[in-house]
């Protein structure tokens, strides 16, 4: 992966800050900087650029305004309580101030001594800090209906529509979706994609969420065939691109489409009270249909999903490997939804 920049007019330099040796003490800022730096090009999990930006965004946006400016010693729970205090008060929902706040833990715990450990431990107090609990009700993760999926797969716009077909009956992240190539990541019937590689904010990259997001998923025939249908007689290129033939960009997929059908089919997302939501909800709306498919071997789901195997059974399980049974089970579960020539 490319390696993640760090931030211009920086006044330390990030790769030696990592390890404490008796310089001058960083400051919230310059450490943050020499995290991220870090997680780009470390060996053992490197942290994907998407997930870098979107982590700078936070700092710079509500933590370093905060606490930047304080010397690393001096970013303790009475300090941070400020910052919890000020989000809470801004309306902030309690998972993105959690998440914040595990970003300061972090950058805190990753200035090391000599020895590998962190110089500047912390007993954090959740009750103190009053952080807010997450209700997993309120979490904003809304699932598709079939009435929902159904209108959706007749949306008049052909492209987007088999985006949305493809999206629910495959269950795989949209990323995943606008990075397959038609000659390399979809079998010639047309009945298994390969998961290999993604698109990033309109760019290819050569990497998937996870290692267990390396995997095939298995269409339904009647998917296939409309997939076929769809492709007709392209034999390379991108399966959804724009006219450059570069990878779609999701903000058009959602605002221009999406949100658009949404609100022509009366969807209310019952966690926002809008219109709007993610793709991400056509994923649990297949892994919703899955874990209602009777007799359907728990781990060739998680297979299809993209979810890593939790113990040594599932490890050892082989079944994954066995695409005819694959094929059999897409075929009993089926999509869950009307296409539009049924």
Sequence with gaps: MQSYPAPEGSPIDPAIQQTSTGSAEPTFREQGEAFLLQLSTRIRKPVHNSTLFTWEHNLNHWIYPAIGHLPLSEVTNSTVKPLIAAMTDAGLRASYINAQFRLVKEVVASLLDEQGEPKYPRRWNAVYLDLPLINPRTLNRPCFSEEIVNGLARWRFPRERMIF?????????????????????VSTDCSILKIERQADHGHLVPYVKTNASNREIDLHLSV???????????????????????????????????????????????CTGTEKAGMHAFRRFRNT????????????????????AHSITERYDKITEDRDSRKLWAQRCGIGFKLPSE
């Design 165 to 185: 077909i493809l999206a629910a009956a495959s269950g795989a992240r949209i990323g995943e979706i606008l990075g397959l190539d038609v000659s390399q990541h």
């Design 224 to 270: 296939a065939e409309m997939l076929n249908d769809f492709i007709g007689d392209r034999k390379s290129g991108l399966l959804f691109s724009t006219a450059n033939c570069t990878p779609m960009n999701l903000t058009h997929i959602l605002s221009g489409h999406l949100h658009p059908a949404l609100r022509e089919l009366g969807f209310v997302n019952l």
């Design 289 to 308: 249909l899955l874990g209602k498919c009777l007799g359907l071997p728990e781990r060739v789901q998680k297979y299809w999903m993209g979810h890593s």
